[in-house]
């Protein structure tokens, strides 16, 4: 990995400024270092997805979470035991040091391998009317709204197949023939899309009562379609293994401040003063992980909405996983997201 350099983080580094380097350096591993790159340790974005369920707050030293042993290997170990090393240990990147301990490489276990090819079915919802972005949906689908010089929608299949992703369904109804002449079948980008189409607007979960019997049992990815975010889909599907749950579902944080000082009282008696607290939610994203075996809780061609679904798990004592989002993440509901969203495509 030639430019191994853009994953080093200092150890001296916060964990604010770690997401900004693993987030830029697109590794999804930041290597600890000190000034003549010693390695001190490792943090992955599982680390850091840990660490925002464990509400840790972000000024913390990356000290805090790294991991202080981390798997390495020098230049003369063979690409093929380096592979045999990350598949034992399941581990996605492994650090190359000299003999004094300084990194001299990164080497990863999909760059050592062929570029992998995911057949989950990926199913992104773009039939909703966007009334809250009109005037600008009157004539135009939100989906093909556009962000710089694509399409919300092309935007989003295009991060998916530059992952490796090819198997598109796309629910329709709104304008649904503007969508269907833009994309067409996917040929022409290497990849298959199908369409859904809703008769009558069927909610964020009735589109998966459409989806073919002979679907495949892999995990089936489900999203909005007006989300715009860098979120690394393969780690998410790594997630959604490990936890053994049938169903994960991508959460953002999100922060209100109070704007009033806030009193807790006992009995008549103020304990404690809170001058304008801020409170911290962890919000629905709108993207989920599912088994295919979600799809029989779902009636054919009935309004369901995902929430429900999930919340009928939870009644019946079903874990559901979650998966924090750290990176870029704009849901595109009203006029002031579109423009937002513009915005920050023009200063990165």
Known sequence: MKDYKKTFIKVD??????????????????LVVGKDTKLHGTVTDGDI???????IDMSESVLKIMNEKPTFSSKNVTSEEKINIMQERDILHIPILDSDGLVIGLDSIHDLLKKPIYDNPVVIMAGGFGKRLM????????????????????????NFKELGFRNFYISLHYKADMIKDYFGNG??????????????????????????????????????????????????????HHSGSEATICVAEYDFQVPYGVLEVEENEVKSIAEKPVQKFFVNAGIYVLNKSILSNIEKNQYTDMPDVLAKKLSN?????TFPIFEKWIDIGRISDYK???EQLEES
């Open 13 to 30: 580094d916060d964990l604010k400024t770690s997401i900004e380097i693993i987030h830029k350096s697109g590794h999804r591993i930041g």
């Open 49 to 55: 997805r840990r660490a925002l369920l464990k509400k």
């Open 135 to 158: 005037p600008l949906t009157e004539d135009t689908p939100k989906p093909l709204l556009k962000v710089g010089t694509k399409p919300i929608l092309e935007t989003i299949i295009s």
């Open 187 to 240: 040929s022409e980008q290497n990849i298959s899309i199908y369409y859904l189409e809703e008769k009558k607007p069927m909610g964020t979960a009735g589109c998966l009562s459409l989806l073919p019997e002979s679907l495949s049992n892999l995990p089936i990815i489900l999203m909005n379609g007006d989300l715009i975010t860098d979120l690394n889909f393969i780690s998410l599907l790594e997630n959604h």
């Open 317 to 321: 004592n079903e874990s559901i996983n």
């Open 340 to 342: 937002k969203a513009n």
